[in-house]
């Protein structure tokens, strides 16, 4: 008789119990958001018409709360999976946005909490119920009745148990303890620090470029080429204040000459400009009661009887109006007594 061979032992599969629990830390903190707005909203709703005050009800009401959004969350994904036909594409839409989920299971909530009054009369479209919502979160708040921190707890576990494809939360799994304390020292949705001095942010890494490119404390080279590297968050203001490459009009604007110019350059076009603005304001200083033809001599003139430098060291037309005026002063001057002389050595002609 044959003698069977007996069959190897089966072969263990290994268990890794040890799970990567780390989630995208912008992501969590949205929908910890959610649920301030949506306790305040069941509560106010139970209590409408009632004796009673919505904080009556807030502790009973989270913790149901809680209870249903968790075990609904679980639940969740498998329920569209199995309505057949498009169920599984919903699945696979739906789990790229767990906002999107945990939004409709709270306000699915909130709804069912709803007592007679507040479904049979116009309260739910009333602008009362909306403030009394608003009022109640701003007191949680204060009181810190559930603070974020407690609710994001909250917020990871809906996130796990919504997102599918494993997008938004670490799904790895290892077989001891330091591999993964190894694994979480590299993982994408580890916590980060900003670096930027100044900055408290907290981030997964994952979002690290992203915040980098946004970051008001991010010391970044001046957007209009100065030399300078300011705070992105000041960035702004030293733009439209204090940095040399600011555009600027010309300050003979307002008499004719409509250059621009960074601001520092100011010095420089006042410079190659003087005639110009020699011509400019002249033509303010006489009223337009000269031809073009005797403005250029007087230029000309001024040109000769004044430094060219003190001329171009006026910036502005108050400046320039009060050198040329008192230069025009003085050669007004210097024409009569030139006529004196010339009358004089007339006269001393005509006597002899």
């Not at 009632?50 to 639940?75: C, H, I, N, W």
């Not at 997008?167 to 979480?184: G, I, V, Y």
């Not at 670096?195 to 470029?209: L, P, Y």
Request: aromatic share 6%; proline share 3%; with cysteine.
């Amino acid at each position: 008789m044959d003698v069977l061979e007996s069959a190897p032992p089966p072969v263990k599969e290994s268990v890794s119990s040890f799970h990567c629990d780390q989630c995208d830390k912008e992501l969590v903190r949205k929908i910890a958001r959610l649920l301030l707005p949506g306790l305040a909203t069941a509560c106010v709703d139970n209590t409408t018409g009632l004796f009673t005050g919505p904080a009556s009800v807030a502790v009973v009401v989270r913790k149901e709360m809680v209870d249903y959004l968790t075990q609904r969350s679980q639940m969740y994904i498998a329920e569209a999976a199995v309505q057949g036909g498009d169920g599984i594409n919903l699945v696979e839409e739906l789990a790229d946005h767990p906002i999107d989920i945990i939004s409709v299971l709270v306000e699915e909530f909130a709804s069912s909490k709803r007592n007679l009054f507040s479904r049979v009369s116009g309260w739910l479209l009333s602008e009362s119920r909306e403030e009394k919502i608003d009022d109640f979160v701003q007191e949680m708040e204060t009181n810190v009745f559930w603070s974020m921190e407690r609710r994001e707890t909250i917020a990871e576990i809906l996130l796990r148990n919504v997102d599918l494809n494993s997008t938004f939360h670490c799904s790895m799994k290892f077989d001891t303890n330091q591999q993964l304390a190894d694994h979480r020292s590299h993982c994408s949705f580890r916590i980060l620090n900003c670096t930027n001095d100044g900055c408290n942010s907290k981030f997964s890494a994952i979002h690290a470029e992203e915040h980098d490119l946004v970051c008001r404390f991010k010391v970044i080279p001046c957007e209009q080429m100065c030399s300078e590297s300011i705070m992105r968050g000041e960035m702004d203001r030293h733009c439209i204040t204090v940095c040399p490459m600011k555009l600027v009009n010309c300050p003979f604007y307002q008499v004719g000459c409509e250059s621009a110019f960074p601001q520092c350059n100011l010095g420089k076009h006042c410079t190659e400009f003087l005639q110009s603005h020699l011509m400019y304001v002249l033509q303010v200083v006489h009223k337009q009661g000269a031809s073009v033809e005797e403005l250029n001599q007087r230029v000309q003139l001024l040109e000769k009887s004044q430094s060219l430098s003190e001329l171009s060291e006026a910036l502005d037309v108050r400046s320039l109006v009060l050198i040329i005026k008192e230069q025009e002063a003085k050669m007004k001057k210097l024409e009569r007594d030139l006529c004196k002389v010339r009358d004089h050595q007339d006269l001393i002609k005509n006597v002899k």
